[in-house]
């Protein structure tokens, strides 16, 4: 059992509480909070963390952790020069080695910056490292193999008959669905609708009718998308989704950026969850999301960094942030508030990946997934301390990390992992990968994003 003493619960939404008092974590769950606990029973490890300021974990609505090796190896192309050029054959050039270092890679940036459980889209080959990685480092998360079985310009390698790819898309499901103590759950991951044929998508329906895998893709992310879908068969994405009866709790649609009225309803109706990626969509051009509509019609809504590659940072300081600058452009200021990011963020993400019973907010009986970081003073000193948060936070924040009340970081140290090890593993894995597609490799060592060894707090931090 574990006492966090001296803390600022932040209890988010719906009463967007917060006290000073203790928590306490027995088994992996919160078993108490409150301001006036009874004293710790015999055995109980009690650490005072000195005012910190305790959320829950966040959660990654969408991200691939496949991609985390090729940060800054595409930059300013839209996305379907992005994905035929350059992420399509960085993927097919993976190998376990170099898929096992970038997800190893991304979870420490993860970790360091205070995600707690992800929805994750592998690539097509080698999912199963990605769930180990997780297993091992201590994140909780949802993970499928990416299926493709048609699509223009994607390499042989990424390419599989339908029955090859929906067959091991299986095995993988039923071999990690409950790992980790259940901390790690299977998805069924078609890419989108440009890589996956009409017969894959009908035994996907099947699969999740059967099992009650979640169902995560992308969709609505560009015009292109949108134009070649109709082209191909006759409607847009979420159109298709909706004649197919795959629209659902159970689905998980990333971007939704290009939609209209009737789409927002056919969401709202369904309850299906999105995932909105602001800094993803910016950085290719994709396009401005509504969220604001999409909340206000009732639509559960996540966020998620998307990849590296797309948006050079694992960080959901960041993703809060960018979600409000881009909702003041694109709705006006106030359509989005710091309140909405944090929920996003927490237990927007935890609707997202299905896991809202769980995870997302600080109550009794929830899985102990929280962080805590160094304060700026007493909340009550501050108009707002969400605000505070959203507008003012990043990774080097992050004190302290739980998922499933065991600790997986604390003051820049990863118990059990060594930072530098696993940096140099993943530069020489780059290394090799560029050199088996035939690309110049960078003399540049691989960029880590915004990983943190030290735990030296901000200055003034200490409250």
């Known amino acids: 059992m574990l006492r966090l003493k001296n803390i600022h619960i932040f209890h988010l939404s719906p009463t967007w509480e917060v006290i000073h008092g203790d928590l306490e974590i027995d088994a ?17 490890e009690v650490m005072d963390l000195e005012g910190a300021w305790v959320l829950p974990g966040f959660v990654q609505s969408h991200i691939h952790l496949c991609q985390t090796l090729f940060r800054g190896m595409a930059e300013d192309l839209p996305l379907h020069h992005w994905l035929k050029n350059r992420i399509w054959p960085l993927e097919a050039a993976h190998t376990e080695a170099s898929l096992e270092a970038s997800a190893r890679l991304g979870a420490l940036e993860l970790i360091s910056s205070g995600t707690t459980a992800v929805l994750d889209m592998g690539t097509v080959h080698h999912t199963e490292r990605i769930g180990l990685v997780l297993e091992e480092m201590g994140l909780s998360g949802v993970i499928g193999k990416a299926l493709m079985d048609t699509g223009e310009g994607v390499p042989e390698g990424l390419i599989e008959t339908t029955d090859a790819a929906i067959s091991s898309a299986v095995e993988i499901g039923k071999a990690w669905d409950g790992r980790g103590n259940g901390t790690i759950r299977a998805s069924l991951a078609p890419r989108f609708i440009l890589s996956v044929s009409r017969k894959a ?22 015009p292109w998308e949108n134009k070649t879908s109709r082209k191909m068969i006759g409607r847009t994405p979420i159109a298709y989704f909706e004649s197919r009866g795959l629209l659902g709790t159970g689905m998980t649609l990333a971007h939704v950026i290009w939609i209209g009225r009737r789409e927002v309803e056919w969401l709202a109706a369904s309850g299906t969850r999105v995932a909105h990626c602001p800094s993803s969509n910016l950085k290719l051009g994709s396009g401005l999301a509504d969220i604001g509509t999409l909340r206000s019609a009732g639509v559960a809504v996540g966020l998620g960094c ?32 710091a309140r909405h990011a944090l929920e996003m963020a927490t237990l927007g993400g935890a609707r997202a990946l299905g896991w809202d019973d ?12 929280l962080i805590a970081l160094w304060p700026w003073g007493d909340p009550s000193d501050h108009t707002d301390p969400h605000d505070v948060i959203v507008q003012e936070g990043d990774p080097l924040r992050v004190r302290q990390v739980y998922m499933a009340g ?12 060594n930072p530098a090890d696993i940096i140099g593993k993943a530069d020489e894995e780059r290394r090799a990968l560029l050199q088996r597609l035939g690309w110049k490799p960078s003399s540049i060592p691989v960029r880590t994003g915004g990983i943190h060894y030290r735990g030296d707090p901000p200055a003034g931090a200490r409250g």
Request: proline content about 5%; charged content about 25%; hydrophobic content about 30%.
């Open 201 to 222: 998508w009908k035994r996907i329906g099947e699969i999740q009718e059967g099992r009650g895998w979640r169902i995560h893709t992308h969709a609505c992310e560009t």
């Open 28 to 44: 992996g769950r919160i078993s108490a909070i409150g301001s006036h606990l009874p004293e710790p029973g015999p055995g109980t």
């Open 306 to 337: 998307d990849g590296a590659a797309c948006s050079n940072s694992l960080n959901m300081f960041e993703e809060m942030r960018r979600s409000l600058l881009v909702s003041s452009i694109r709705s006006g200021p106030g359509v989005l508030t």
């Open 358 to 369: 769980e995870i997302g907010r600080l109550e009794e009986g929830r899985r102990a997934d």
């Open 406 to 417: 065991r600790r997986i970081y604390c003051e820049g140290e990863y118990p059990g992992f």
